[in-house]
């Protein structure tokens, strides 16, 4: 009789059952699957709509996972009491036809082969600790993932913020250079307009002082003259008059005016000019006689008897057509009065 030693320390095959696909609606949108000997929950939808649903899939998974694991348990059962059997009948087979020193060697075998179990159940153990490890750092680098996702968001979203607040403030800045400029501008305008108002109340102050020399009355200069040596003098003639007789006697205001002027350039000249040096005797007594001086009042001239002429009669035929002027024109009027 011969045995197969390969077939004999072959590791059993996984007695794992078909893959069974539960397709139970459910009322969240998720799906429960058995795939290779787990049950996977694959959400469809992350956010559970109300609580009372994710309660209610819940235990339906958990009743579900029940029935599996008492059929699991009950397959191993089966399962293990085979393979005692199997290992009845086979050892009974062997220990009839084989000799002792091919019984101890099988024995050390199946030792072997049992410590090899035993490895590679750890081993199986350990992979599962592993997987488990590398599902749950799977889900730590989502986590974390996520939260750099929400926390780049977050910087964009804080760059884009800073962005505009920079906008604004380069607005802000831009406004206000703007408005500076505007008030310097506005201050130096008001600096001209005041540098040109005090001008105006300088010139003004002057006109006024001006005003106030020539309704004085007081004899003045009148710095008009082209020559800077030279100047205009201005004797002013004021007397009381009636208002209706303004009009009519302009004219001959005007002339009184020209004449008076001229009198005043002849009398300027002559008295301007160099005085000759009487030759007098030592000793002699020269009385002076301001009596035998002329003197001018506005129209009128006092001779040195005394006597008073008037423009009509030192002033030739002019003053005298004047005089007939004025006198046809107060007969008119005094014979329209009558």
């Given at each position: 009789?011969?045995?197969?030693?390969?077939?004999?320390?072959?590791?059993?095959?996984?007695?794992?059952?078909?893959?069974?696909?539960?397709?139970?609606?459910?009322?969240?949108?998720?799906?429960?699957?058995?795939?290779?000997?787990?049950?996977?929950?694959?959400?469809?939808?992350?956010?559970?709509?109300?609580?009372?649903?994710?309660?209610?899939?819940?235990?339906?998974?958990v009743a579900?996972?029940?029935?599996?694991?008492?059929?699991?348990?009950?397959?191993?059962?089966?399962?293990?009491?085979?393979?005692?059997?199997?290992?009845?009948?086979?050892?009974?087979?062997?220990?009839?036809?084989?000799?002792?020193?091919?019984?101890?060697?099988?024995?050390?075998?199946?030792?072997?082969?049992?410590?090899?179990?035993?490895?590679?159940?750890?081993?199986?153990?350990?992979?599962?600790?592993?997987?488990?490890?590398?599902?749950?750092?799977?889900?730590?680098?989502?986590?974390?993932?996520?939260?750099?996702?929400?926390?780049?968001?977050?910087?964009?979203?804080?760059?884009?913020?800073?962005?505009?607040?920079?906008?604004?403030?380069?607005?802000?800045?831009?406004?206000?250079?703007?408005?500076?400029?505007?008030?310097?501008?506005?201050?130096?305008?008001?600096?001209?307009?005041?540098?040109?108002?005090?001008?105006?109340?300088?010139?003004?102050?002057?006109?006024?002082?001006?005003?106030?020399?020539?309704q004085s009355?007081?004899?003045?200069?009148?710095?008009?003259?082209?020559?800077?040596?030279?100047?205009?003098?201005?004797?002013?003639?004021?007397?009381?008059?009636?208002?209706?007789?303004?009009?009519?006697?302009?004219?001959?205001?005007?002339?009184?005016?020209?004449?008076?002027?001229?009198?005043?350039?002849?009398?300027?000249?002559?008295?301007?000019?160099?005085?000759?040096?009487?030759?007098?005797?030592?000793?002699?007594?020269?009385?002076?006689?301001?009596?035998?001086?002329?003197?001018?009042?506005?129209?009128?001239?006092?001779?040195?008897?005394?006597?008073?002429?008037?423009?009509a009669e030192?002033?030739?035929?002019?003053?005298?057509?004047?005089?007939?002027?004025?006198?046809?024109?107060?007969?008119?009027?005094?014979?329209?009065?009558?």
């Amino acid at each position: 009789m011969s045995f197969n030693l390969d077939a004999l320390f072959q590791e059993p095959e996984d007695q794992t059952p078909v893959s069974v696909i539960d397709s139970t609606p459910r009322k969240d949108g998720a799906e429960s699957e058995f795939v290779g000997g787990l049950w996977a929950v694959s959400d469809i939808d992350e956010n559970a709509k109300a609580k009372g649903d994710e309660e209610l899939r819940l235990r339906v998974m958990v009743a579900k996972l029940s029935m599996q694991c008492s059929m699991w348990k009950a397959q191993a059962e089966e399962q293990a009491k085979m393979l005692a059997d199997l290992d009845r009948k086979t050892s009974k087979r062997g220990a009839a036809n084989l000799s002792d020193d091919t019984v101890r060697r099988i024995n050390r075998f199946e030792s072997e082969v049992a410590h090899l179990r035993s490895e590679n159940s750890q081993l199986k153990e350990t992979l599962k600790t592993i997987e488990y490890e590398n599902v749950k750092l799977e889900n730590q680098n989502d986590g974390k993932g996520r939260k750099l996702k929400g926390a780049n968001k977050k910087v964009k979203t804080a760059k884009e913020v800073a962005g505009k607040e920079e906008e604004k403030a380069k607005g802000a800045i831009g406004d206000k250079q703007r408005h500076l400029t505007s008030e310097h501008k506005m201050k130096k305008e008001r600096d001209q307009t005041q540098a040109v108002l005090q001008e105006q109340k300088k010139l003004n102050g002057d006109l006024l002082a001006k005003l106030e020399v020539e309704q004085s009355g007081v004899p003045f200069m009148r710095d008009v003259a082209a020559d800077p040596n030279n100047t205009v003098t201005v004797i002013p003639i004021q007397f009381d008059i009636r208002r209706t007789d303004v009009q009519p006697i302009m004219e001959e205001l005007g002339w009184h005016q020209m004449n008076i002027t001229k009198k005043f350039k002849e009398w300027y000249k002559e008295n301007m000019k160099p005085k000759v040096e009487m030759r007098r005797v030592v000793g002699a007594t020269y009385p002076e006689n301001d009596k035998k001086k002329a003197k001018m009042y506005e129209d009128m001239v006092e001779m040195p008897d005394g006597y008073i002429e008037t423009g009509a009669e030192h002033d030739g035929w002019r003053s005298k057509r004047s005089a007939e002027a004025v006198c046809r024109r107060a007969d008119a009027r005094h014979n329209g009065e009558a």
